[in-house]
Nanobody
Framework: QVQLTESGGGLVQAGGSLRLSCAAS????????MAWFRQAPGKEREFVSA????????AYADSVKGRFTISKDSAKNTVYLQMISLRPEDTAVYYC???????????????WGQGAQVTVSS
């Protein structure tokens, strides 16, 4: 069973930066793609960013393009989400996800982390 553990969340002022990490373990395979989603209070979970198993392809939601960067360290089975120019509307619980395919991870991942709270104050 794939286990995903997020870290790096916290409270930051608008315009600030944070980096989230997601460490994969258990039945995780290096062939899996990974992604980040987020869920704000009272809203549905939404896709944020994805990265292919090789790291050669990345995708971003329009709302975070140019501000968020996804990357991975394959040797550590860890994916990162660097967030800059944060806005109050970025406040949400951020979830790491994994799936066997780059496109499937963006729509229906089969593994989820427990989530990390990101709060951006104005």
């Amino acid at each position: 069973q794939v286990q995903l553990t997020e870290s790096g969340g916290g409270l930051v002022q608008a315009g600030g930066s944070l980096r989230l990490s997601c460490a994969a373990s258990g039945g995780f395979s290096s062939t899996y793609a990974m992604a980040w989603f987020r869920q704000a209070p009272g809203k549905e979970r939404e896709f944020v960013s994805a990265i292919s198993s090789t790291g050669g392809a990345t995708a971003y939601a329009d709302s975070v393009k140019g501000r968020f960067t996804i990357s991975k360290d394959s040797a550590k089975n860890t994916v990162y989400l660097q967030m800059i120019s944060l806005r109050p509307e970025d406040t949400a619980v951020y979830y790491c996800a994994a799936s066997s395919g780059y496109f499937s991870v963006q729509t229906h991942p089969f593994a989820w982390g427990q989530g990390a709270q990101v709060t951006v104050s104005s």
